[in-house]
C-alpha cells in the first residue's frame, strides 16, 4: 500500500476539527503546560516557509507535553491592527477590517494545513472590540495609578492626591517626568486644570510634549523599527524628529524590577543581555552648571563626576527645550538650519554613527563649577533628548565622540588621567592615578570618583542618581486602524470613560489618511464624541499595544467580565514555553513584561513574570535562483557557460527551478518579458545559479507552504524544516534535501503494510537488538525534544529505520508510532489507527526508555583488511580483545582474503572496528 499522504492528512484535520481534538479546558486535576508563539501580523502575502519555523517546534513541543500527560495549552490569534493594513486601506479604498478579515481566513487555511495542534475555541484577534476592550481597560487603570518608588509598587492616583491635599510633595517618593515640589496649601488652591496638568506628571499612562518620528506623507508617528535611513520603512517617505502631544506609559518606573527580574527567567544569556543594555542602569550624579549671563543652570548626568576637571565644552541635543533661549542672535540661522538637518535623522541613526562629527556653536558659555573657566556650549545630535538630560559635559581626553569632536572644532583637551593618550584610537580612561583634577591629584580613580560624589553633594551642585537608558513608551498613532483610547476632553482636561461604556468602538469612515489640516483620521468621523458632545481621543493606539496582554486573554478567552478570571489565571498562571523571534527583545517582551508587572500590582495577576521559558528560533533564508541574459538579447545562457557571454544576473522564481534546473516553459509564462526567450543549454538543460539570501518577494525565492504540502505533505514539511538545523540558528531553504525526508516517511509508512496493502504488522517478540535500537531511539529523541535539539530527533528516527531494517513487530512500531507522532501527526494518527486503537494518538502515553535495553551484551564489529571494509562479526561485549583476534582471523570470512598468510597485526578497538593487517 502507498503512502497517500494526500487522502490521510485531509482526512485527519477534518476530523481533528470534528472531534475538536485539541481543545483544551481548565482542569486542577492534571499539571498544566502554557506553550505559546509569538502571534503574526496577517499581511497578505500569507505564510512563506519561514514563517512555520518556530510554530512547529512549539507544536512538536505540545505534543511531547501532552503525551506525557500534561493539560496543555497551545493557542493561536491574530495581531491583527497596524500600519499596513491601514496603507493599503488608503491606496485602494478597502475598509482595513475587510481586508483584514480575507488575510486571516488565508493565514488560518495555511496553518491548518500543516496540522498544528491549536486550541481555535480560544482564537484572538487584536482588531476584535470584544479583545481590546480589556486593552482599553488597562490602560484606564495605568491612567488612573501613579507609581509608588518606596512601595515598589503601582498605586491608586486617589492616594497620591490625598496625599497632595495633606502635605503636597512633601516626603513623597514616587515616579514621575520632573521632580516637583509644592505644599498642599498650592495644591488646594489650584483650579481641575492646573490639578490635571500636575497629575499628568505622574500618571503611569500620561500626555505630555515629547519627541517622535513623525512622517507627514503617512500622517502618523512611527516606532524607531519603522524607520530607516531617514525614511519609513513602509513606503520609503521622509521622516522627521517633531515634538508632539503624545500619550506614554510609564515604562521607566518599572526599569529596576525589570532588571531584577531577568535573573529568575530561562531566557538566553544573550536576550538577558539585549534587555539590560536597552534598560541601561548606571549610577552617577546629577550636576548643575551655570550659564554666563543667566538664571538658568545646565543640567547633566555623569557617571564620572572626578573629570569634572577636563570638561572643556558642553554639549545639548538639536531638540534641547533651551536651545532656542542659549543661541545667541548671531548664531541662530547657523543653529536653525542645523536643527533643521537633524530631524531628518532618526536617533537610531545618530547613535549607530559614531564616526560622523557635526556641531554648531549656540554662542552661550557655561561655567565649570569647580574650576571656574567658562566653556563654550554647543548643539550636536550625537547628544539626544531623550537619553539623560538632553546635555553633556564633554571630557575630550576621556570620551572618543567628544575627542573627536573637539578635534574637529579645534577645542582644548585636557587630560584627566594619568596615562591618558588622546592620541591612541582608545579613548577610555585609563586606571591610574588623577592629574590636572585639583584636589584629587594623586588618588586613585575608584577613591577620586567616591570623592566627587560626596563633593557634589556637599557644595549643592546636585546628587547622586541612578539613572536608565530606557525611555517611556509613546503610546499614540495618528492612525485609524487601531485601538481608539477611552479618552475625552473637557475644558482641555483628559478624562477616562466609565468601565461600563467599553469598549468604544472604532467608528466608520472612508477616508483612512489625514486630513487635509494635518488631523488623525478619526477627524473625519461624523459624531466622534460623547452623548454629551465632547470630542473623543483622536489617536489609537500603537501595535504594541494589542500585543502586550494577549497571552493573558488566552487563559480565559470568552470571559466578559474580567481581561481573565481568578481561576483561570491562578491555574495557567504564566506562559511555560514562548517561540519567538529576537528582533522583539526590545519592543514586545519590554512592553509585556511592563504591562504584566503592572496587572500584578493592582493584584489582577498572579505572576510577576509572563514569559518563564523563552526559545528565540532563528531564520529560514531563501535559496535564489538566477538566469543570465546576454547582454541586449532575449538569449539566457545556462550557468556553466556565462563566462563566455556578457551576462545580466537576474532573479528567477524559485518555484519554477527544480534541484537548479530550470523549467523553460514556466520561465517563458512566467512575465510577459520572457514569453520569447532562448535558451543556451548544456547537457540539453538549463542550470541556474544559486545563492542564500533573506527571503523576499522581491528576490522570488519566498517558497509557498502550500506547494510542499500539495507535493510532499505537511508531515515532509514539518520534519524537514527541523532537520534543516539547530532551531536557534538561521539556516538556508534547500528544496533539494526535501525529498530524503518523504522517503523516510514512506519507509516508514511500508513497514507496517504488505505489498498488497494489507497491514503486516505481527505479535512476535522484539529480538534484543530491535528493542535496544527503540530504546535508544526513544532516549535520543526525548532528550533532543527537552533540549530543542529537533533536528537531531529527525535524524535519529532515520537512524532508527536503518537499524530496524524490515523489522513489522508491534512490541516495537507501536511505541514508534507514538515516538513520531509530535513530528508527523498525520502519518502516526493513521498508523495508530490502523493498528486497533481507539482514540487519538495524542491521547497515547508515551514510551518509556527502559535503560536495560541501552546496555549491550555484544556488539557488532566492522572488520576491516589493509584499511578496507570486508565484512562485520558480532561478539559479546564480555569478550576479551584476544579472544576476538584469535576469532576473527580464523573466520571463513577473514580467510577469504587473508589466503593463509600470517596477518603482521590484528588491532581490536572494543566496542568499534577491527582492523587486520596483512
Known amino acids: 500500500m502507498e503512502y497517500n499522504f494526500k487522502e490521510i492528512e485531509s482526512r485527519w484535520q477534518q476530523r481533528w476539527r470534528e472531534n475538536k481534538t485539541y481543545r483544551v479546558e481548565t482542569d486542577p486535576s492534571r499539571p498544566k503546560f502554557y506553550v505559546l508563539d509569538m502571534f503574526p501580523y496577517p499581511s497578505g502575502a500569507g505564510l512563506h516557509v519561514g514563517h512555520p519555523l518556530g510554530y512547529i517546534a512549539s507544536d512538536i513541543y505540545s505534543r511531547y507535553k501532552r503525551l506525557k500527560g500534561f493539560n496543555v495549552l497551545h493557542p493561536m490569534g491574530y495581531d491583527?491592527?497596524?500600519?499596513?493594513?491601514?496603507?493599503?486601506?488608503?491606496?485602494?479604498?478597502?475598509?482595513?477590517?475587510?481586508?483584514?478579515?480575507?488575510?486571516?481566513?488565508?493565514?488560518?487555511?495555511?496553518?491548518?494545513k500543516i496540522g498544528f495542534s491549536f486550541d481555535w475555541d480560544r482564537e484572538v484577534r487584536t482588531c476584535d472590540p470584544k479583545y481590546y476592550k480589556w486593552t482599553q481597560w488597562a490602560f484606564l487603570k495605568m491612567f488612573a495609578s501613579y507609581y509608588c518608588n518606596d512601595r515598589q509598587q503601582a498605586r491608586p492616583i486617589e492616594e497620591l492626591k490625598a496625599a497632595f491635599a495633606a502635605s503636597g510633595t512633601e516626603g513623597l517618593n514616587v515616579a514621575c517626568?520632573?521632580?516637583?515640589?509644592?505644599?498642599?496649601?498650592?495644591?488646594?488652591?489650584?483650579?481641575?486644570?492646573?490639578?490635571?496638568?500636575?497629575?499628568?506628571?505622574?500618571?503611569?499612562?500620561?500626555?505630555?510634549?515629547?519627541?517622535?518620528?513623525?512622517?507627514?506623507?503617512?500622517?502618523?508617528?512611527?516606532?524607531?523599527?519603522?524607520?530607516?535611513?531617514?525614511?519609513?520603512?513602509?513606503?520609503?517617505?521622509?521622516?522627521?524628529?517633531?515634538?508632539?502631544?503624545?500619550?506614554?506609559?510609564?515604562?521607566?518606573?518599572?526599569?529596576?524590577?525589570?532588571?531584577?527580574?531577568?535573573?529568575?527567567?530561562?531566557?538566553?544569556?544573550s536576550l538577558k543581555e539585549i534587555q539590560r543594555n536597552w534598560i541601561g542602569r548606571s549610577v552617577g550624579a546629577q550636576v548643575f552648571f551655570d550659564i554666563q549671563g543667566s538664571d538658568r543652570k545646565l543640567e547633566i548626568f555623569t557617571t564620572r563626576p572626578d573629570t569634572i576637571f577636563g570638561v572643556t565644552f558642553m554639549v545639548i541635543a538639536p531638540e534641547h527645550e533651551w536651545v532656542g533661549e542659549l543661541t545667541t542672535p548671531e548664531n541662530r540661522d547657523a543653529v536653525e538650519r542645523y536643527i533643521a538637518e537633524a530631524r531628518k535623522r532618526s536617533e537610531r541613526e545618530r547613535i549607530a554613527e559614531t564616526?560622523?562629527?557635526?556641531?554648531?556653536?549656540?554662542?552661550?558659555?557655561?561655567?565649570?563649577?569647580?574650576?571656574?573657566?567658562?566653556?563654550?556650549?554647543?548643539?550636536?545630535?550625537?547628544?539626544?533628548?531623550?537619553?539623560?538630560?538632553?546635555?553633556?559635559?564633554?571630557?575630550?581626553?576621556?570620551?572618543s565622540r567628544d575627542w573627536a569632536f573637539a578635534r574637529h572644532f579645534g577645542l582644548e583637551v585636557i587630560p584627566v588621567v594619568e596615562g591618558g593618550d588622546v592620541e591612541k584610537e582608545s579613548y577610555d580612561a585609563k586606571a591610574g592615578r588623577m592629574i590636572n583634577s585639583g584636589f584629587l591629584d594623586g588618588k586613585e580613580v575608584k577613591e577620586a570618583i567616591a570623592l566627587m560624589f560626596d563633593e557634589v553633594e556637599r557644595r549643592g551642585l546636585g546628587k547622586r542618581l541612578v539613572n536608565y537608558r530606557l525611555r517611556d513608551a509613546i503610546f499614540s498613532r495618528q492612525r485609524y486602524w487601531g485601538e481608539p483610547f477611552p479618552i475625552y476632553y473637557r475644558d482641555d482636561v483628559a478624562r477616562p470613560l466609565a468601565e461600563d461604556a467599553l469598549p468604544l468602538e472604532?467608528?466608520?469612515?472612508?477616508?483612512?489618511?489625514?486630513t487635509a489640516e494635518g488631523e488623525p483620521p478619526l477627524a473625519r468621523a461624523k459624531e466622534w464624541h460623547t452623548p454629551d458632545g465632547y470630542p473623543y481621543e483622536l489617536s489609537t493606539m500603537p501595535g504594541f499595544a494589542g500585543s502586550s496582554a494577549y497571552y493573558l486573554r488566552y487563559m480565559d478567552p470568552h470571559n466578559d467580565e474580567a481581561l481573565v478570571g481568578r481561576e483561570a489565571d491562578e491555574y495557567w498562571r504564566s506562559v511555560d514555553l514562548y517561540v519567538g523571534g529576537i528582533e522583539h527583545a526590545t519592543g514586545h517582551l519590554m512592553y509585556s513584561r511592563f504591562w504584566n508587572m503592572f496587572l500584578y500590582d493592582l493584584g489582577y495577576v498572579c505572576e510577576p513574570e509572563p514569559f518563564r521559558k523563552l526559545v528565540n528560533q532563528g531564520m529560514i533564508q531563501g535559496r535564489s535562483n538566477f538566469v543570465y541574459r546576454v547582454v541586449g538579447t532575449n538569449k539566457f545562457v545556462s550557468f556553466g557557460l556565462k563566462e563566455q557571454y556578457e551576462t545580466q544576473e537576474i532573479h528567477v522564481d524559485v518555484n519554477i527551478v527544480k534541484?537548479?534546473?530550470?523549467?523553460?516553459?514556466?520561465?517563458?509564462?512566467?512575465?510577459?518579458?520572457?514569453?520569447?526567450?532562448?535558451?543556451?543549454?548544456?547537457?540539453?538543460?538549463?542550470?541556474?545559479?544559486?545563492?542564500?539570501?533573506?527571503?523576499?518577494?522581491?528576490?522570488?525565492?519566498?517558497?509557498?507552504?502550500?506547494?510542499?504540502?500539495?507535493?510532499?505533505?505537511?508531515?515532509?514539511l514539518r520534519m524537514y524544516e527541523m532537520f534543516l538545523g539547530p532551531l536557534?540558528?538561521?539556516?538556508?531553504?534547500?528544496?533539494?534535501?526535501?525529498?530524503?525526508?518523504?522517503?523516510?516517511?514512506?519507509?516508514?509508512?511500508?513497514?507496517?503494510?504488505?505489498?498488497?496493502?494489507?497491514?503486516?504488522?505481527?505479535?512476535?517478540?522484539?529480538?534484543?537488538?530491535?528493542?535496544?535500537?527503540?530504546?535508544?531511539?526513544?532516549?535520543?529523541?526525548?532528550?533532543?525534544?527537552?533540549?530543542?535539539?529537533?533536528?537531531?530527533?529527525?535524524?535519529?528516527?532515520?537512524?532508527?529505520?536503518?537499524?530496524?531494517?524490515?523489522?513489522?513487530?508491534?512490541?516495537?512500531?507501536?511505541?514508534?508510532?507514538?515516538?513520531?507522532?509530535?513530528?508527523?501527526?498525520?502519518?502516526?494518527?493513521?498508523l495508530w489507527s490502523r493498528l486497533g486503537n481507539a482514540g487519538s494518538v495524542c491521547d497515547a502515553a508515551y514510551p518509556v526508555c527502559d535503560e536495560k535495553y541501552l546496555k549491550q551484551n555484544a556488539f557488532e564489529y566492522p572488520v576491516s583488511i589493509n584499511g578496507k571494509l570486508r565484512f562485520k562479526k558480532e561478539y559479546a561485549a564480555s569478550m576479551t580483545p584476544a579472544e576476538i583476534q584469535a576469532d576473527v582471523v580464523a573466520a571463513p570470512e577473514a580467510q577469504k582474503w587473508i589466503e593463509g598468510r600470517t596477518p603482521k597485526k590484528v588491532i581490536v578497538v572494543p566496542g568499534k572496528i577491527i582492523n587486520i593487517v596483512i
Not at 489650584?190 to 496638568?197: G, N, P
Not at 517622535?212 to 521622509?238: I, Q
Open 80 to 112: 491583527a491592527f497596524g500600519l499596513p493594513a491601514e496603507q493599503y486601506a488608503i491606496q485602494t479604498g478597502q475598509h482595513p477590517a475587510v481586508t483584514t478579515e480575507r488575510n486571516i481566513a488565508r493565514y488560518r487555511e495555511q496553518l491548518d
Open 177 to 269: 517626568t520632573t521632580e516637583m515640589r509644592f505644599t498642599a496649601a498650592e495644591w488646594n488652591a489650584w483650579d481641575e486644570v492646573r490639578r490635571e496638568q500636575v497629575l499628568q506628571n505622574y500618571r503611569l499612562a500620561y500626555r505630555a510634549d515629547t519627541m517622535v518620528n513623525w512622517c507627514p506623507k503617512l500622517g502618523t508617528v512611527l516606532a524607531n523599527d519603522e524607520v530607516r535611513d531617514g525614511l519609513s520603512v513602509r513606503g520609503g517617505y521622509p521622516v522627521e524628529q517633531k515634538r508632539m502631544k503624545q500619550w506614554l506609559l510609564r515604562v521607566t518606573a518599572y526599569a529596576q524590577r525589570m532588571l531584577d527580574g531577568l535573573e529568575g527567567l530561562e531566557w538566553s544569556d
Open 355 to 399: 564616526r560622523r562629527v557635526s556641531g554648531v556653536a549656540t554662542g552661550s558659555c557655561a561655567v565649570n563649577p569647580f574650576t571656574g573657566k567658562a566653556i563654550p556650549i554647543y548643539v550636536s545630535d550625537y547628544v539626544l533628548a531623550g537619553y539623560g538630560t538632553g546635555a553633556i559635559m564633554a571630557v575630550p581626553a576621556h570620551d
Open 506 to 514: 472604532l467608528p466608520p469612515i472612508e477616508d483612512f489618511g489625514p
Open 659 to 716: 534541484n537548479d534546473i530550470l523549467d523553460q516553459e514556466a520561465f517563458r509564462r512566467w512575465m510577459p518579458d520572457f514569453r520569447d526567450a532562448e535558451f543556451i543549454l548544456e547537457d540539453g538543460r538549463y542550470v541556474c545559479g544559486w545563492a542564500v539570501e533573506k527571503m523576499s518577494k522581491s528576490m522570488y525565492n519566498v517558497v509557498n507552504p502550500d506547494y510542499i504540502v500539495e507535493n510532499y505533505g505537511a508531515d515532509t
Open 728 to 830: 536557534e540558528q538561521s539556516k538556508p531553504w534547500d528544496t533539494n534535501g526535501i525529498d530524503g525526508v518523504h522517503k523516510f516517511l514512506r519507509r516508514f509508512w511500508r513497514l507496517f503494510f504488505d505489498r498488497d496493502g494489507k497491514l503486516a504488522v505481527t505479535g512476535d517478540a522484539a529480538t534484543e537488538k530491535e528493542l535496544r535500537t527503540l530504546h535508544k531511539t526513544i532516549r535520543k529523541v526525548t532528550d533532543d525534544i527537552e533540549n530543542f535539539s529537533f533536528n537531531t530527533s529527525v535524524a535519529a528516527f532515520m537512524i532508527c529505520l536503518n537499524e530496524l531494517g524490515d523489522c513489522s513487530k508491534r512490541e516495537v512500531l507501536e511505541p514508534l508510532t507514538v515516538l513520531i507522532a509530535p513530528f508527523a501527526p498525520h502519518i502516526a494518527e493513521e
